[in-house]
């Protein structure tokens, strides 16, 4: 029986098959993400993976509608599993604002779906690092949260060397579009042809732009004068006093797909140019208002970082572990009767933290070492009794091959030592 | 817009509403789960949260199949929410596993979903923390796996007086059913029938169990008896020699109610019998080679631990931290001026690993100081200048109210000792 199309396995390290995904580079990232939101002093939050269809329907642009998983359940309810976690977060938000001293920062490591019937070969799931600030108008709040996705990626061992992140505004975009006298009816696909700028053909994007009353010249003239607005030089400002100048640049030819953005945008990408956007986001101060249909109104902005483009990236530059199990030792049963001690000992090591594996059942002694060495242990263990009877603890370092005997009451001094 | 029936929000500490679920405490739950699993050796995996509906419909036995979260995906395939992780365990198994030495110990924290019409206000979905040995026939095995439930439950603060492991064993029971002649066609419909002995009334059971040709006297003296087998002998003895053995119990009254397993199986429950199962589990040898299609034959046994009984109760018993978002230093800007001084200090001390917040835009002193308090941070942080005009970072530590002025340079160690 096979998995369905789109969906991946996650495997322990290292990996049977090229098919496969490493469930141990996938903890180290969502670790390294929780680890970097935290320093940050979000707080984490979660959602349903599966939400009234209507969630997602009119707040995100046709785009992310037309990819939706969506079904009717069996209490005859349109659902849909979530594309992305903001309508989400929107609705908790909206749903119990009264009870966070504003501005609030939240983050989660939602599992997101989509399903595209054309591109069979696509992923239909991913999983995606959200970080957002709700209750600020400010443009301070756009800074931390790009120098969040900033000291993320350079927890993976990313730097400036590596990545970029390009700083827009949707805002100028749609005083551009203003100024243009563009069809207010049209913002959405004017903004969608701007997005798709540097993957679709000039013919058609000029066509797309000349319907919605602009042109591929203005625009590419709007884009080349680059000239910052005063919110997006307070954010470059803002991480440059961080030591963060480096890693940003105002680039307008970002503007974000989804529809509900309102202010600054951003993207990281490779310097290289060689992956889709690595993480994008952007203030979108009318989401939550438009979701709790007018009860609450809060400025919020926030970013989502995918794991896909992300593992790719780490590994095509070296920079993901090597996996293993990480045990400390493995403890090896080579006189039956001495089982119950080994027991007894290996329970004791777990109660003071480490992770040891043992021999289940008996085995010849060059088997049960053989195993200590393919799990990867660090030390083997062993029981035996010196002649007066007195039980002794064998501990075997495997990479410097030194052995120490010591009482089992010394065996944990002796594990943390070695 | 509300979230559907049967889903949970999970928000940050303190709790907004009692109708949600804490992120906090999930969190907490989920890091001694993998922590313990780790500690025991086992490797984490995961797979698709949506599986093709067969891979359920023949395995797990009618009861788990008629509350199948399923639909037919736009591609017109059968697909059905999990609503357990063995079946997707034992396929991803038999796909790779020459790769893996046996026995190998695996462990996965799923979201499960399962979708009941009649029974509105209960949960459809919870997470369940699932730990399986591949590759390994002796009992010593469930030996191991039911230490790890009990560790687990250990590390949550739980103790031999609040939980016990009720061990049985389905092949004795099947043994049982041989004995009495029962008819082998109705051996499921009997085993649901020992499952639910606690549950439904004795007449129905009486019945039930008279249509698949024994009784619920004889089953009543078989429980009674209770006479341990060798297996399970085995297994007792072996947490005993870990010191684990006023944990566990033999008790026949336990059997499990999935179809699929053929060994020792195991229920944990609250001393009190206040909750519904805390974790169960057992042995299923013929999984796999029914999944794989006959193509890889491997015994295995696992368990499912849920958080939803979990979560209730630690929360009874007193055994849930309160949860904040652990700021080591909350960031002060009195004199805006020196924001950006400040900024370039807190991203230093988020480097070195402290969690650190601060006032995002101008406040006025006494405003910041109070969100300093509501955050909980440990410290507040402020930069001054003295008279020479050299910077001096203030670290207030806000239980002690001592405080200290020190260089920019120095403000790092002075967290750490603080």
Redo the contacts between chains.
Sequence with gaps: ?????G??????E????SD?WS??A??YVFDKWRTMA????F??????????L??FTTKSGDEIVRQL?N?????D?P?A?RPEMTPTLA??AA??E????K?F??FAIP?LFR?E?QQRGRLR?HFQFNADVIG?P?A??DA?LI?LVI?TLRSLGLTADDFWVRLSSRRAWQDFYANANGDPTRAYEFYQAVDKLERDKPEEIDQKLRAAGTSLEAVTRFIEAGEPTAELKQIV??LG????GDYVKVDYRVIRGLAYYTGPVFEAFDRKGEFRAIAGGGRYDNLIKL???GKVDLPALGFGMGDVVLLELLKSRGLLPKFD???DAFGLVEDEAL???T??L??RL??A?????YA??KAKSDKQFK?AQ??GAKHTLRLERNEAGALLAKIRNLSTRKESAVTPDEAEAALRSS
């Design positions: 029986m096979e998995r369905l199309p969906f991946r396995d996650f495997y322990p290292p990996l049977p098959h496969v469930c141990d996938r903890q935290r320093r940050y002093g707080r984490e939050y979660d959602g349903p993976p599966l939400e009234p209507e969630l998983y079904f009717t359940d069996k209490g309810r659902v599993m609705r908790m749903a119990h009264r009870a966070y001293k501005p920062k939240w599992q399903y019937k799931e600020e400010e301070a709040a931390e120098a000291d400002d803002d006093a961080r030591g963060l979701i709790s249909g199990g990480g045990l089982r119950p001690q027991l007894a290996i329970q777990r109660g933290g480490f992770a040891v594996d289940l059942t195993r393919d799990l």
